[in-house]
């Protein structure tokens, strides 16, 4: 009787793995800085979670600083700043992913429908450009518009109307559309960009014996476009629904100028965590740790579940 102790498919593998680092050596050297930068940035810095379970003592360091268990946790979600912080993040990731999603594809099929080259690449180069200018140029465009004194809203739109000037850093009803329409603006062009790459790749053989049989526009986007881009509306959905929980500090920390009267619409984890590290207060660190640490579980978990979802529906569409 042959026994089989499985030595050699270990030597097998052991020489396959040797054989393919000597034959792909300058790929995998290629591989080293994105690997050193994932170490650096992703890996290390998860020894700091340890701070959301400690009472930070700066004289003492954080290793030596007192555990006290779940007490920040407790400590957060004792105060109403939970409920606003989880809500205003959720809802408005909720707005971003949904409508985005819409007008993303809408974005993205309305561009690789104009034949002319010129009026293509124009428009995707006006849409683009907002998505690389920093939020800090863009809070102050915001500024130009909606300052109380010098304002265009108040000097100009409103007076066309007969409408009072309206003080817009301290009114926190309209700043749900105000950012709502600055994310828009800045990311929609670059949002679709994954979109038209796609649109772009679908086999133009389809299209061309859609049309012999008599199919309009609406009718090969609807059944050749749409369909086609699928899987990639999937993948797109999952990574939103990952970072629901993380919200653009820019966007909500920048634009609003971090006004106070604004916190029960515009604060959200990312504009939290930061103004109580600036507070200074005694648990400010530890409170701060504990809402980071609260973000990243959720989001974990809700990319776990919307795969799974995914996985049982149509399992070659989850990512894993």
Known sequence: ?????????????????????????????????????????????????????????????ILKSPWVGLQNFKFLFNTSDAWIITRNTVLYNLLFITL?????????????????????????????????????????????????????????????????????????????????????????????????????????????????????KWNQITNITIPCLKPVIIIMLIMSIGKIFNADFGLFYQVPQNSGALYSTTSTINTYVFNMMKSGSANSMGMSSAAAFYQSIVGFILVVASNAVVHKIDPERAMF
Not at 7 to 27: D, P, Y
Not at 35 to 54: C, N, S
Not at 109 to 123: F, H, Q
Request: hydrophobic share 50%; aromatic share 12%; charged share 15%.
């Open 100 to 216: 985005g999603l819409v007008l993303h594809l809408i974005v993205a099929i309305g561009l690789n429908e104009v034949r002319n080259k010129v009026i293509s690449k124009t428009c995707q180069t006006m849409m683009l450009m907002p998505h690389f200018m920093s939020m800090v140029v863009i809070s102050y465009i915001a500024f130009a518009f909606f300052s109380n004194e010098t304002g265009f809203m108040n000097h100009k739109i409103l007076p066309m109307f007969g409408m009072e000037p309206v003080d817009w850093y301290v009114n926190p009803k309209p700043w749900p559309y105000i950012l709502s329409i600055v994310h828009f603006w800045q990311n929609l062009g670059y949002g679709s960009i994954v979109y038209l790459a796609s649109i772009a790749g679908i086999d133009k053989n389809l299209y061309e014996a859609a049309e012999i049989d008599g199919a309009n």
């Open 1 to 61: 009787m042959k026994i089989n102790t499985g030595i050699g498919s270990h030597v097998k593998r052991r020489g396959t793995v040797k054989t393919e680092l000597k034959k792909n050596f300058s790929l995998f050297t290629m591989m080293i800085p994105g690997l050193i930068h994932l170490i650096l940035f992703a890996y290390l810095p998860m020894f700091g979670v340890i701070i959301a379970f400690k009472k930070i003592n700066f004289a003492q360091g």
